[in-house]
């Protein structure tokens, strides 16, 4: 019988199947479509990490290093006072750019050109080249006594101070030798730059700035000018040597900076960075080369997958909640008189359409227009809000008519696309438990330092393209031609930075996409079972760790450069776990504070806070392992059932049954009129077989001798049986030969006192029934029956008794077998507790042992 469409979708299993076939194989292929772009999209970030030529970088890096410091005839570390600066400038920097022999800039007819070859030598100019106008020096001063102030007992001796950095300290006065014009010669210039981050402070732009040239004679002329005239003296608070070498073979670019940061102390502060960078990180199209097309279509590539992924996260936690549509529907009325119309607003507004809307009026005059659509001409028109779908002109004619004389009714539609869309899609609602899962937290973190790096990288395009280089004469180049890339290899170091740590959340990411590893469930169950437990650690650590941080740099900031700043204090405690920081350093500074400083640092952290970590992960991943235990087969069962659901939906598909029943209806439909009349006759056959054997147990059953259910009775005569229907008793007690009463009573006289009713029971002098085997007698002492009775009685006794007994011994018999049964279970249980005690007793010396050793 055909089912009708309705009957479908009441069948809640037929349902059921209908969805799970529907949406099995589709959730199925949409994870895996997911998880093959997962690590499409991991893949390529991985790719484009990787595509840096590294160790080309660090070969650069490490020669210009070896030139200008570790190879040098003096170190820059070495570098502790004016004197050894101006050392370092004359036996380290200058021949370090211009190489030992400086003869070759001397003889008649040499030309400067316009890149100075670094590392020339006689056979050739090497591979490096002085980049832009050459080396900027640029130092940053501070006007005396701003900041400090000298003691009373030595002002005398000591008239002017100099304090530390800071921005409204910067001197800016010109100061030096007197030029041609009466002028200072050392000037100070507002440079457009980026401020400066140093060890000690943050330098904002500008300062005093000389150059060096690819003129080696006028570069020695300005060097010897500086140190004669004291360029550096006891204001000098930072000195930055900038210069950038490229090398045209490989097309990379060494932009260089050495720093010599002088606190007021009197101590100096050096460093020297190289940051390497290629042409893409200048331009985005790089030279033009293959590699540089390669790099720019996969970034593309990447920003798509990464505006794929936002519009995923925020369709999980972006909604649309379904409202109630809004009324576009308004009642415009005029009435005969002013007076009339107040009287109908009175009676309107606020009167009940429903029990869930109500209608609002108000009144009109000439200054308020009803929308452009109709213009009053005096307070005789009144607007009526809420009149709903129900209502036509002269529904709301009959409507007003009660109030006044109505000459003119109209029903307009006040309803704007924004409004009419806003009720079909739904108002904009947040899901704010998506952002309770830390999956989600990791995710957005993900994509938003992808997008930052990307804003990054075209800022860095944005600010190299502003640089220019200068071509001209070398002696023509100043300080306003130098070609400054710090800002660009500034840019290109923070996004290396932002790449490496967002790398990790990349790959940590790809935890989620294969967490039907039973290994991989169990780590993620431990980590969202102990992250509530886990922040009360972390802030409970980052306290105890700021407070020794701040006791360690109060303590020996001083004498230990590691506490001098709390971000070194707090490095330092960190690489403490790793055993990677020398805590001798501060027990050599003060023996006893230092000690007792370690010894609670250790107790709190070590053997409180990591010990508490430590029982928090165990905690969570027993937690989580017997949450595992419960689910894992689920899981399985469940991915399992997916491949099955795929399989069968496309074996149903596939199937040569649905071919045959779309090419061959007719004979498919015989097919199946043939099947059905087979099954409907091996139903047959199986209740049939059925049937029987029901009846062969029971004759079985029967067959059981004195232990059968059925031993000691036996069947009812047909009349008999036929008067115990009702009563639903087909059997009678077994008394051997006797059959009936009848056997009994069929011997006795007429001429008895006494005479049996059809019952069975004799009627006695008194009025009482008696059964006819009562045995008793009557007033002449004779029992009643025959001899041939009593014998019958007598022989159908012995047949009760004897099945008595027969019945009680193989009672015994089934008992005994029980017993016997009972006790075999008994003797295994036994054996099973004998063993489990052996074992408990080897795992009990097995621990003992383990004690002794730990």
């Given amino acids: 019988m055909h089912k009708s469409g309705l009957s479908i979708l009441i069948d809640e299993k037929k349902v059921n199947d209908l969805l799970r076939d529907r949406s099995g194989a589709k959730a199925l292929l949409r994870s895996s479509c997911n998880l093959l772009f997962f690590i499409f999209f991991l893949l390529l970030y991985t790719v484009l990490v990787l595509a840096e030529p590294l160790d080309t ?23 502790e006072s004016i004197e050894t600066f101006w050392q370092f400038m004359n036996v380290t920097f200058m021949p370090g750019l211009y190489g030992n022999d400086t003869s070759r800039y001397f003889f008649p007819g040499a030309s400067v050109p316009v890149f100075l070859p670094v590392g020339a030598t006689a056979r050739g100019n090497g591979s490096l080249w002085l980049y832009g106008s050459g080396v900027r020096i640029r130092q940053v001063r501070v006007m005396p006594d701003i900041g400090c102030k000298t003691a009373d007992p030595y002002a005398a001796v000591f008239t002017t101070c100099y304090g530390p950095y800071n921005e409204e300290a910067v001197e800016t006065a010109a100061y030096g030798p007197f030029d041609d014009s009466g002028n200072n010669e050392f000037l100070f210039s507002m440079d457009a730059g980026e401020p400066v981050p140093g060890k000690l402070h943050t330098y904002a732009p500008g300062g005093f700035y000389e150059v060096l040239t690819a003129n080696y004679n006028q570069s020695l002329t300005t060097l010897r000018l500086l140190e004669r005239e004291q360029w550096v003296s006891q204001a000098t608070r930072a000195i930055f040597l900038d210069f950038t070498f490229f090398n045209f073979n490989l097309g990379l670019y060494a932009v260089c900076r050495m720093s010599f940061e002088v606190s007021a102390g009197g101590s100096w502060v050096k460093t020297f960075s190289v940051e390497v960078l290629k042409e893409r990180h200048l331009s985005p199209m790089g030279a033009g080369a293959a590699e540089d097309w390669a790099f720019l279509i996969g970034e593309a590539i990447l920003v798509i997958c990464v505006i794929f992924y936002l519009v995923e996260e925020m369709n999980e936690f972006l909604g649309f909640e379904k409202r109630k549509p809004t009324d576009p529907y308004t009642g415009v009325v005029r009435f005969a008189t002013e007076e009339e119309a107040v009287k109908a607003v009175q009676g309107l507004d606020g009167l009940r359409r429903d029990e869930h809307n109500s209608l609002s009026a108000e009144l009109r005059n000439k200054d308020k227009a009803t929308r452009g659509r109709i213009n009053p001409e005096a307070g005789d028109l009144i607007v009526i809000h809420g009149l709903g779908t129900g209502i036509d002109e002269a529904s709301l004619m009959q409507l007003c008519q009660e109030f006044g004389t109505v000459t003119m009714a109209r029903v307009v539609v006040n309803r704007s696309f924004l409004t009419a869309l806003s009720d079909r899609i739904g108002r904009p609602a947040v899901k704010f438990h998506y952002f309770l899962d830390t999956w989600n937290l990791l995710d957005w973190t993900n994509l938003l330092l992808m997008i930052v790096a990307l804003g990054l990288r075209i800022s860095t395009w944005s600010k190299a393209s502003s640089v220019s280089v ?34 990790v959340l990349t790959w940590f990411k790809a935890v989620k996409y294969i967490s039907v590893v039973p290994y991989i469930t169990l780590f993620m169950a431990t980590v969202t079972a102990s992250e509530k437990m886990l922040v009360s650690v972390i802030i409970l650590f980052s306290a105890v760790l700021i407070g020794f941080t701040l006791a360690f740099n109060s303590a020996f900031g001083e004498k230990v450069s590691d506490f001098r700043n709390i971000f070194n204090g707090i490095t330092f405690l960190m690489r403490s776990f790793l055993g990677d920081a020398d805590l001798s350093v501060i027990y050599d500074s003060n ?35 017997v949450a595992q235990s419960k689910e894992k087969q689920k899981a399985w069962r469940k991915t399992l059932e997916r491949f099955e659901e795929f399989k069968q939906t496309t074996a149903r598909n596939l199937s040569l049954e649905l071919r045959m029943r779309l090419t061959f209806p007719g004979l498919y439909s015989r097919l199946m009129t043939r099947k059905k009349k087979q099954a409907e006759k091996e139903q047959q056959r199986d209740e049939y077989v059925s049937k029987k054997s029901r009846a062969s147990q029971k004759r079985a059953e029967q067959d059981l001798d004195p232990g059968s259910p059925t031993a000691g009775r036996r069947s009812k005569p047909i009349a008999s049986v036929a008067a115990a229907v009702e009563d639903d008793d087909r059997s009678e007690a077994d008394l051997g030969p006797l059959r009936s009463q009848d056997q009994l009573l069929g011997q006795v006289s007429d001429e008895k006192s006494h005479s049996w009713d059809d019952s069975g029971m004799k009627a006695n002098s008194s009025g009482f029934q008696d059964t006819g085997f009562s045995g008793g007698t009557d007033a002449s002492g004779s029992t009643g029956l025959p001899p041939e009775g009593i014998d019958l009685l007598y022989q159908a006794t012995e047949h009760v008794v004897g099945g008595i007994v027969d019945r009680t011994r193989a009672a015994r018999g089934v008992l005994l077998s029980e017993m016997n049964e009972s006790k075999e279970v008994l003797q295994g249980i036994g054996a099973v507790l004998e063993v489990l005690g052996r074992r408990a007793r080897d795992l009990e010396a097995q621990q003992r042992q383990l004690l002794r050793h730990y």
Avoid: H
Avoid at 57 to 79: N, T
Avoid at 491 to 497: E, I, T
Avoid at 593 to 617: K, S, Y
């Fill in 591 to 625: 023996p006893f504070f230092g000690a007792v400083l370690i010894i609670l640092f250790i107790l709190a952290v070590f053997f409180i806070i990591m010990n508490m970590f430590f029982a928090i992960m165990v905690s969570a991943f027993s937690d989580a392992k």
């Fill in 470 to 503: 200068f071509l001209g004469d070398p002696a023509l180049a100043g300080v306003e031609n130098f070609s400054d890339l710090s800002a660009v290899a500034s840019n290109v170091n923070l996004l290396r930075a932002l790449t490496s740590f967002n790398t």
């Fill in 57 to 79: 970088y660090r070969v650069l890096e490490k020669y210009i290093r070896q030139r200008f410091d570790r190879g040098a005839a003096m170190q820059l570390e070495e570098v």
